[in-house]
């Protein structure tokens, strides 16, 4: 559960990436190419593969309707969970549009997907789907443009002989991962999480009615359990409903089911709760939604190639991403908050379960959603097992060979002692369940962190250790102290690693090679 995991406080500030607070950008449609999108009216057989945007290469598609190719629209596709799941869906050959701002993630990340997809097409000796990507605020006017560029105008004719035009959308269906997602964070600026997490999906919901796409998968998160996780048992769908519904339990017990909203600790948890509210009313008027919320509980792991994996832009806060920086020796140790819950090992409970995974279940809840979906639909996504955070500790020291220094710290206000997925309505209805174990989890992260590890060094990535070795030579020139030279290079890394990360490579190059023409004269 996210409400845990992103309340672990660093021991020491983060600098596994550049390491900016989580900033919030103001909507905007910065890199975002209009001229590229295809257009309104554009034939539907042949030139649908001109349509990519933003120079990205395009592939043969997979999908089409009526000679178009159709495509799966992933909201917040290059962030963590968003990234592996894009990545599913090509592997399935799913053409792809990816909507993302980069505000929490970086456009390298299409370099792996692509990379990962291109050599899974490959080895299957199947055609590669199309992938676009849009560099954009989901929230911005330019979301329109996008919806409308891959929107065909159709003429129908009625019972009465009356020719009608209608917009049919190549979109079959959206997923929607962009959020912001920090506990603390949104604490401090509850207006930007409400912004960005609730009032951007009002938005999108008209527009995307607008064009007639209505089926539509939501990342919701187990935070919106609240204090009922404190219940001692798994945790089930019902626990949680938004509208009054007849329940009949194992015992066969029928009772109607109210609405209800218990404990939710933090701005963040209220933006989930709200928008599958919002999400259930909407379905609620208009039969033509199909909705899944999912649950996650606490995702964890990665691609097993180690390309994938969670390298957010903000401060690491979820349990994983901070043991890997004390692993990688950016942080010092581990707080681990209450040694005194009831639990054996009295570390807290949590549901760890493999992205891998998580990106399955938006697979079946797809399939699930276009076959048999009506109205609105919640399903966790969790292992439906518990581990203690020591033992997660103890299986990441496993795969790691390494040991992870802890600090025990007491108790934080708002956690709770258990917290586990009930898997029941995902195993029945979407036919889904977990395969991976958290040594698998922990085995795929350590791969990660160590391709990561080994590319960038500990401290940054490989221009900047680049850039300041150039400048330590600079220094020893000029004769000048370590000390200098540490300074500088702190300045100068990151300013490199933001360059690298933006994709200005060789701008950077540039830079380095102005240093060295600047020494040798
Ligand atoms: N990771 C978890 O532990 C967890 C648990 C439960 C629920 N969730 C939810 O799952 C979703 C995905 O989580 P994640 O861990 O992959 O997060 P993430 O931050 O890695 O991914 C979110 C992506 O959305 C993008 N984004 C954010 N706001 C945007 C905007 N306005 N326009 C366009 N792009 C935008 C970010 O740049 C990022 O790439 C979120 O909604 C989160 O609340 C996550």
């Known amino acids: 559960m996210d409400n845990y995991d992103d309340s672990l406080p660093s021991s020491s500030p983060a600098s596994w990436s550049p390491s900016s607070p989580p900033t919030t950008p103001e909507i905007s449609d910065d890199g975002f190419d209009i001229e590229r999108l295809p257009s309104l009216f554009e034939s539907r057989a042949g030139n649908a593969e001109t349509a990519g945007s933003n120079g990205r290469e395009l592939l043969s598609p997979q999908h089409v309707s009526n000679g178009s190719p159709t495509f799966v629209l992933v909201i917040g596709g290059l962030g963590y969970i968003g990234s592996h799941t894009v990545l599913e869906l090509l592997r399935a050959s799913q ?11 970086y456009e390298s ?15 299957e000796g199947i055609p590669v789907p199309l992938i676009h990507f849009h560099r954009l605020d989901y929230r911005s006017r330019s979301m329109r443009f996008l919806l409308e560029s891959y929107t065909d105008l159709v003429m129908t004719i009625d019972a009465g002989g009356q020719q009608n035009m209608t917009y049919r959308s190549r979109i079959e269906s959206v997923i929607h991962f962009a959020a912001y997602k920090s506990v603390v964070d949104s604490l401090k600026h509850p207006l930007r999480y409400y912004q960005n997490n609730v009032c951007g999906l009002v938005s999108l919901l008209q527009q995307l009615d607008k064009y007639g796409i209505h089926n539509f998968i939501f990342s919701s998160s187990a935070t919106v359990y609240g204090t009922k ?19 009949v339990d194992l015992a066969g017990t029928s009772s109607v089911l109210q609405p209800s909203a218990v404990g939710l600790s933090c701005p963040y948890a209220r933006t989930k709760y709200f928008s599958e509210a919002i999400l259930a009313d909407v379905a609620a008027t208009n039969a033509a939604w199909r909705i899944v919320a999912l649950r996650y509980f606490n995702p964890v792991g990665c691609d097993p190639s180690g390309l994938l994996g969670e390298n957010p832009r903000g401060e690491a806060t979820n349990l994983y991403p901070v043991l890997t920086q004390v692993l990688a020796g950016v942080r010092k140790s581990l707080d681990v908050f209450g040694t005194d819950w009831a639990t054996p ?10 992205v891998l995974d998580v990106a399955r279940g938006h697979m079946a809840a797809m399939a699930w959603n276009a076959a048999r979906g009506d109205g609105f639909r919640a399903f966790n996504l969790g292992s439906g097992s518990g581990t203690s955070v020591l033992e997660a500790v103890r299986s990441l020291e496993a795969a790691a060979g390494r040991s992870i220094p802890l600090t025990w710290s007491g108790r934080r206000p708002g956690d709770v002692g258990v917290c586990v997925a009930s898997t029941e309505r995902a195993q029945n209805e979407l036919g889904w369940s977990p395969h991976e174990s958290v040594a698998q989890c922990a085995a795929d992260l350590w791969n990660f962190v160590k391709r990561r590890m080994a590319r960038d060094g500990t401290s940054g990535s490989a221009l900047q250790e680049l850039a300041s070795l150039r400048v330590n030579v600079k220094l020893d020139r000029f004769g000048l102290a370590s000390a200098r030279h540490n300074r500088a290079a702190c300045i100068l890394g990151p300013f490199f690693q933001f360059l690298e990360d933006e994709g200005r490579k060789v701008l950077a190059a540039e830079i380095l090679a102005w240093i060295d023409r600047y020494h040798s004269s």
């Open 95 to 105: 053409n792809v549009i990816i909507v993302d701002n980069l505000s929490n993630s």
């Open 345 to 354: 090992d009295g570390t807290a409970i949590r549901d760890f379960i493999h």
């Open 109 to 123: 990340v299409l370099d792996s997907i692509k990379l990962l997809t291109a050599n899974h097409c490959k080895v």
């Open 229 to 247: 996780s404190n219940s001692g048992r798994p945790l089930q769908e019902e626990d949680v409903v938004h509208h009054a519904e007849e329940h």
